[in-house]
């Protein structure tokens, strides 16, 4: 199967690894406004779930363990024993499988606009996601969708510069792909077994959710589920939405490399 395509950025063999997991419809230029940060202590490595061509797809629908298993090989493939995460979005529910079942290949994680679990309005807009993916042309569904994440003009520079990724990334990013990755949120929605083995665990990976105070949707639902998840905590950002890491890149950036930096420092000791 092979691993994800993938963009490198290689700053020397002794810096540690950090692996960006973007969200559905975006890709490595989702991460524009990080790189340039996170290169001058370590070598990045930034996944494209949708680089892939259309000979290379498979037919049979994505799976949770089967992306895990991809990412992983990503990793393999170059050599790489231990990674810090950084998602976004839904990535942040891959990194959270992928950090239960390699456990020992997660150092921290870090989540911008995290999800840890869907309240029965997001499974009713999931349903009505199932439709519109067969009814409306898939870049209007996919605008719908962004929408629905960051409602209200405060985030329409946010919303733009997602759905430009998405439409940047030209036939990769098609109704073929659209689909099979709304039928994957269904298998992300059920997440107690990933939860559980990472509280099993006596060193589990320490995980940062750095949400925007505006995020009225995403950011109530996951301090009412924070508590499931041992050695997780939540820092929010003033003046921010959804994607907290577009509105304010700096405060994020250095509240990321901090957290990240004190779990180098825990590994040392």
């Known amino acids: 199967m092979g691993g994800f395509p993938a963009v490198e ?27 340039e940060a996170f290169a001058a202590d370590y070598n990045l490595l930034l996944a494209e779930f ?28 170059r050599g790489i024993e231990r ?4 998602s976004l979005c839904g990535g942040s529910l891959i990194a959270l499988a992928f950090a239960a079942l390699y456990p020992n290949m997660v150092g921290g994680m ?4 995290g999800i840890l679990a869907f309240n ?24 719908i969708i962004v929408w629905m994440l960051m409602p209200g003009k405060r985030h329409l520079k946010a919303r733009r510069a997602i759905v430009d990724g998405a439409r940047s990334l030209d036939d990769k990013f098609d109704r073929a792909e659209f689909g099979r990755w709304v039928d ?5 929605l059920d997440n107690d077994s990933y939860i559980e083995r990472l509280n099993s665990l006596k060193n589990a990976p320490r995980t940062l959710y750095v949400m925007g105070s505006g995020d009225k949707r ?5 301090c009412k589920h924070i508590h499931r998840l041992n050695n997780a905590r939540i820092e ?10 577009l509105d304010r890149p700096d405060l994020f950036n250095e509240i990321a490399l901090n957290f990240i930096g004190a779990q180098e420092m825990n590994q040392k000791l």
Request: net charge neutral; hydrophobic share 45%.
């Open 83 to 86: 990674v810090h995460i950084v």
């Open 184 to 188: 994957f949120i269904a298998v992300t």
């Open 9 to 35: 950025i290689f700053k020397n063999d002794k810096a540690p690894w950090v692996l960006f997991i973007h969200a559905i419809g975006g890709g490595a230029g989702t991460w524009a406004l990080q790189t």
């Open 120 to 143: 029965t309005q997001e499974k009713i807009g999931y349903m009505f996601l199932q439709f519109m993916k067969i009814t409306l042309p898939y870049m209007l569904a996919y605008r």
């Open 218 to 222: 995403w950011l109530p639902l996951l």
């Open 236 to 245: 929010v950002l003033p003046g921010c939405g959804h994607v907290c890491f």
């Open 110 to 113: 870090v989540s911008a606009g």
């Open 50 to 77: 949708h680089a892939e061509t259309h000979t290379e797809r498979r037919d049979e629908p994505l799976e949770i363990e089967n992306v895990c298993k991809r990412l992983f090989e990503m990793l393999n493939e």
